[in-house]
């Protein structure tokens, strides 16, 4: 039977972070199906040069993790918390005014800040020596395997370990998000572009397929494989798809909820929802230049905006520390857990989504999955998932947006072609299916004829 190695070692290293691609990765190995269709599927994860098979993924509750990984947990939301106040003090006087005053500012900051980074480094230590048993066991690949790199593997360090495997007869596959930080690097940290340009070049070079979450996607990494290495590699490698599930799969979290969010929707107002990590691609500050036009016109709608504080976002974080309307009509949550997520989708009025680039967009399918109608950028990733039942906006226009809301509320129905009730999308279960039928389907196409029958896709 053909083994599927199902990569996953972000994830099983950060199992607190809950964004998009770690969402993705928890869900397809949940719900894996090991040993049918005449493969197995098996997640792992590469630990310091070793590769282990992952036996339990989900997060660890505080008290199963080790202090280490508790303390580091703590400590990376203390830097991200710090250096997002020290960005707002740069902004005042007499920083703002004079390079010295601001020079002197991040000098006194920096040194201050050695009190967390020091522990932080060494509990990052700790935590890279530290093999959980009761979570892996050691794993020895074998020739005919498959490595399917489901995670965001380009900050991971056991590229050496992938190549060796490689040489052993091991198929290399990779999952592909999005190329934005190639496509659009304006929006991404510097140090990302530069990491992830590298991880391209390699990856572009020991692939033997690509898989990725929209047709979209499929097509820009096809384009941009000719344009790295040429038409003639390009043809000898597979290009496929697969599409992303829509359930919350910490909804049965059963901590509180936040009692700000559930007084939110007490008063009746209509709440319309913007769910992503808050960074520059998103468009937060389009999404707050259409609501302030709909305040100014004396409009009661609401915008709760739900998502981490990520990247280049100081200035739109101020804007909404300071914004006249917080706690009245604008509301921001930065730590929602999935359960708080779902009672926002099961009792907003929109999703109202503005990014300027996806390469799938989770939070418009979780939104249209519960009959929560969406707001959305025009863009073409949105025009292939969301169809005629998604109303769209114009990126140049704040206005239009605005326009929208004002005809949703004023006549009661929502302004997109089809309605939201008649949207069909596929589970977890049905992702997970189609990203592995379609990775055996390519194998079993790319491979030679006397080896065929060893495949056994049904």
């Known amino acids: 039977m053909m083994r599927l190695l199902v990569e996953c070692t972000y994830v099983f290293e950060h199992p607190h972070v809950n964004s998009g691609i770690q969402r993705v990765v928890r869900n397809v190995i949940r719900h894996l199906e090991r040993g049918e269709g005449g493969v197995e599927c098996i997640p792992v994860a590469f630990i ?45 006087w007499p920083m703002n005014r004079w390079h010295n005053a601001r020079r002197a500012l991040y000098i006194v900051c920096k040194l201050a800040s050695l009190t967390f980074t020091l522990p932080l480094r060494f509990a990052m230590f700790a935590s890279r020596n530290h093999v959980v048993p009761e979570r892996l066991e050691p794993l020895d690949a074998c020739p005919g395997d498959h490595l399917l790199l489901l995670d965001s593997s380009w900050h991971a360090d056991f590229f050496p370990v992938a190549e060796r495997l490689k040489a052993q007869g091991v198929g290399l596959v990779s999952v592909i998000y999005d190329l934005i930080p190639s496509t659009h690097p304006q929006f991404c940290d510097a140090g990302l572009v530069k990491v992830f340009d590298r991880w391209f070049d390699w990856i572009a070079e020991m692939a033997d397929g690509f898989i990725c979450i929209s047709t979209t996607i499929r097509d820009q990494v096809r384009a941009e494989i000719v344009r790295r290495r040429g038409e003639e590699t390009a043809q000898k490698l597979w290009f496929d798809h697969f599409y ?14 936040d009692g700000k969010l559930t007084r939110m929707f007490d008063d009746g107002d209509p709440v319309y929802l913007m769910v992503s990590t808050i960074e520059p691609r998103k468009n937060h500050v389009y999404l707050l230049d259409a609501f302030d036009l709909l305040w ?67 939070p418009l399918v979780e939104a249209m999955q519960r009959n929560l109608p969406v707001m959305a950028s025009d863009i073409p990733v949105f ?61 079993a196409l790319r491979r030679p004829a006397s080896l065929e029958p060893e495949v056994g896709v049904s």
Not at 245 to 252: P, Q
Request: aromatic residues 12%.
């Open 383 to 443: 025009r292939e998932v969301g169809g005629d039942f998604v109303a769209y906006f114009d990126l140049r226009q704040p206005a239009s947006l605005a326009a929208l809301v004002q005809t949703y509320e004023s006549a009661d129905r929502f302004p997109a072609t089809r309605p939201v009730s008649e949207w069909r999308w596929l589970g977890w279960r049905e992702a997970s299916r189609q990203l592995v039928s379609r990775v055996l389907t390519a194998l």
């Open 48 to 92: 310091r040069g070793r590769m282990y098979r992952v036996l339990h993924l989900a997060p660890l509750s505080g008290k199963e993790l080790p202090w280490h990984s508790r303390m580091k947990v703590a400590l990376e939301q203390l830097r991200n918390d710090y250096w997002v106040w020290h960005a707002s003090l740069e902004r005042r």
């Open 296 to 362: 100014a016109q004396g409009s009661n709608a609401r915008l709760c905006i739900i998502g981490r504080i990520g990247w280049k976002c100081e200035d739109l974080i101020a804007r909404i520390r300071s914004h006249p309307q917080l706690n009245k009509r604008l509301f921001m949550f930065n730590k929602l857990n999935d359960r708080g997520l779902e009672y926002a989708y099961a009792h907003s009025r929109a999703l109202v989504f503005p990014s300027f680039v996806e390469g799938f967009g989770l």
């Open 244 to 257: 992303l599930g829509s359930e919350l799969d910490l909804v049965r979290d059963t901590s509180a909820l």
